[in-house]
């Protein structure tokens, strides 16, 4: 029996995910000092309510509250001892809410990363990364989660025991990673990196691409990176909601529902199949680029240029892939061999 994103993945040719959980969290009343997950024992209504507001705005996918939810990340407020309780418990709402919607949605179990730096770089070994993910890997597949989600990770080695652990658990899964550094993510790996990395997984991903990072323009410059270097595997565009500002005491995305229904359309002309928002991403947001994924034509593959006029500039002059001079030497020897 294939799973449920599979099965979606063979009907249509564009889906849509959602937003984003912190930001719409921080909207219902979330300080920013708390742990998200312990709403999901604390304030399930407001779960419930959030990942409703993804439904009812369009998202055939949607993500967990349960992002820090491993035990390395909620370490930092004493309840590393709740990771199978939070996941489960995120995993069920989800479930639930999922069933209550007239049409088929996929509950995707959002893991993000551990928080710490992985060897040879930092002190987490590969087995014991394996082991968090694991951990929160089971409970979310306890609780329904029709598919892993594994997100906002920067270096290889940590997208590797994530996939791990989405194997012991035999779960299908997908993964992205955040491009916030100059078009690479915050430990070097460039878009045609992260393709490579994929093919070489030994349990690969459903779908694979990029999360967060600076704005939409940029994340987009990724997506044409990943189509550039030739892969089959479905793209998941996951942008944030314009720039981040600083404005009355809180953070500010200055990205309009115009905007995102322009970069989802984008997107996908750009060779994404899974489309949805990151940081600043609101219901509203999502209603109106739902609505542009199905009244609007596909075009041809967009410039840079085009990109750039239509959603803003770029963060860099490069997306860290080509032979610029301040490519690393150890990219330039690779490419040449
Ligand atoms: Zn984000």
């Known amino acids: 029996m294939t799973d449920a994103l599979s099965r979606m993945l063979e009907t249509r040719d564009w889906l849509m995910a959602?937003?984003?959980?912190?930001?719409?969290?921080?909207?219902?009343?979330?300080?920013?000092?708390?742990?998200?997950?312990?709403?999901?024992?604390?304030?399930?209504?407001?779960?419930?309510?959030?990942?409703?507001?993804?439904?009812?705005?369009?998202?055939?996918?949607?993500?967990?509250?349960?992002?820090?939810?491993?035990?390395?990340?909620?370490?930092?407020?004493?309840?590393q001892g709740r990771v199978g309780e939070l996941n489960r418990i995120a995993a069920e709402l989800g479930r639930e809410v999922a069933e209550a919607a007239d049409r088929p949605v996929v509950v995707a179990g959002s893991i993000g990363p551990t928080g710490e730096i992985m060897?040879?770089?930092?002190?987490?070994?590969?087995?014991?990364?394996?082991?968090?993910?694991?951990?929160?890997?089971?409970?979310?597949?306890?609780g329904g989660a029709d598919v892993l989600w594994v997100e906002t990770i920067s270096a290889a080695e940590e997208l590797k025991a994530a996939a791990e652990a989405c194997k012991l658990a035999d779960m299908p899964w997908c993964g992205t990673m955040s491009f916030d550094t100059a078009g690479r993510t915050m430990m070097g790996m460039t878009s045609a990196d992260l393709v490579e990395l994929v093919e070489k997984l030994s349990w690969k991903p459903l779908a694979f691409g990029a999360n967060c990072g600076v704005g939409a323009s940029d994340l987009l410059r990724t997506v044409l990176g990943f189509a550039a270097a030739g892969t089959e595997r479905p793209i998941i565009a996951k942008g944030n909601a314009g720039?981040?500002?600083?404005?009355?005491?809180?953070?500010?995305?200055?990205?309009?529902?115009?905007?995102?229904?322009?970069?989802?359309?984008?997107?996908?002309?750009?060779?994404?199949t899974i489309i949805g928002g990151c940081c600043g991403t609101t219901p509203e947001h999502l209603r109106a680029m739902r609505a542009a994924l199905?009244?609007?034509?596909?075009?041809?593959?967009?410039?840079?240029?085009?990109?750039?006029?239509?959603?803003?500039?770029f963060s860099s002059a490069s997306d860290g892939t080509g032979d610029t001079g301040d490519t690393p030497e150890r990219h330039r020897r690779r490419r040449r061999s």
């Open 18 to 79: 959602d937003g984003a959980t912190g930001t719409n969290l921080f909207n219902m009343g979330l300080s920013s000092g708390e742990a998200p997950e312990f709403w999901n024992t604390d304030e399930p209504d407001k779960i419930r309510a959030l990942y409703r507001g993804a439904v009812e705005a369009g998202s055939d996918i949607f993500l967990t509250n349960s992002f820090g939810g491993n035990a390395a990340r909620l370490k930092l407020h004493d309840a």
């Open 119 to 142: 060897q040879p770089m930092g002190p987490l070994s590969h087995a014991a990364a394996v082991e968090i993910f694991h951990e929160q890997a089971e409970a979310l597949k306890a």
């Open 243 to 272: 720039i981040p500002k600083y404005m009355d005491g809180h953070i500010h995305y200055d990205g309009t529902p115009d905007l995102m229904a322009d970069y989802a359309v984008l997107a996908r002309d750009c060779g994404a």
């Open 294 to 313: 199905e009244t609007r034509p596909r075009g041809p593959r967009p410039s840079l240029d085009e990109i750039a006029q239509r959603l803003g500039g």
